[in-house]
């Protein structure tokens, strides 16, 4: 269970961060 959460927040993280770099850039990102 305790596993599962921190994959769900890291996939948050990751995402947020991906955000950040796209409105910093001003263009899409493809990872």
């Known amino acids: 269970m305790d ?3 921190l994959e ?3 996939i ?3 995402t ?3 955000d ?3 409105e910093k850039d001003n263009r ?3 990872w």
Do not use: D, H, R, T
């Open 3 to 5: 596993k599962e959460i």
């Open 8 to 10: 769900v927040n890291n």
């Open 12 to 14: 948050g993280a990751v």
């Open 20 to 22: 950040l770099m796209m």
């Open 28 to 30: 899409v990102v493809l």
């Open 16 to 18: 947020n961060a991906i």
